[in-house]
């Protein structure tokens, strides 16, 4: 879940396929999404996703969705369009490029945007950070294969990532679930 700049809750909705939104009064409604899996992308209530798990604001109120099994970034419009950002559309991979040439593992978890917009995500099947620019270039951040190595970009090692957050000096901090730390 993220705060929104509105203050509302955004969710994202793993076994539903929607983004909800929370109100600060407890009101639930679906931001986006029909509710029946796919990769279809348009208007925020025909979209369609396949098992969204993370959500990031950017700093000009577009919405971020980690869209799991379509191994793909989703944005959201502040006016409620939904387009396929980064990520091939049900290709696993670890192939770094622009947009939707690129390629992540069925296991995209968190999502996270820095002060300067570039998102981040927990690309804990191949076990890698990425880091998606605001152009849609998808760079590998950190990590390789599968270990707990402390090290450098791709010299590091992480296994089984499952949380992402980003501190106010932009320094990313991660949760590895097997290798616990």
Request: no cysteine; net charge negative; hydrophobic share 30%.
């Amino acid at each position: 879940l993220t705060i929104g700049p509105d203050d509302n809750i955004y969710v994202a909705g793993f076994a539903n396929h929607r983004i909800r939104k929370v109100t600060p009064s407890g009101v639930v409604t679906t931001f986006s999404g029909s509710g029946t899996s796919g990769s279809s992308d348009g208007v925020s209530s025909t979209a369609r996703f396949n098992n969204p798990v993370g959500v990031a604001f950017n700093s000009k109120g577009d919405l971020y969705v980690s869209d799991y099994n379509n191994h793909t970034i989703r944005k959201i419009t502040p006016e409620g369009t939904v387009s396929t950002f980064a990520g091939t559309v049900g290709t696993s991979g670890t192939t770094d490029a622009v947009s939707t040439t690129a390629q992540f593992s069925a296991s995209i978890y968190d999502i996270v945007a820095d002060s300067n917009n570039n998102l981040y995500v927990n690309d804990s099947g191949n076990y890698r950070i990425r880091k998606i620019t605001p152009n849609g270039t998808v760079s590998t951040l950190a990590g390789s294969t599968s270990g707990t190595t402390d090290a450098t970009g791709t010299s590091a090692q992480f296994n089984t990532i499952v949380g992402l957050t980003i501190g106010p000096d932009d320094n990313i901090y991660v949760a590895g679930f097997a290798n616990h730390r």
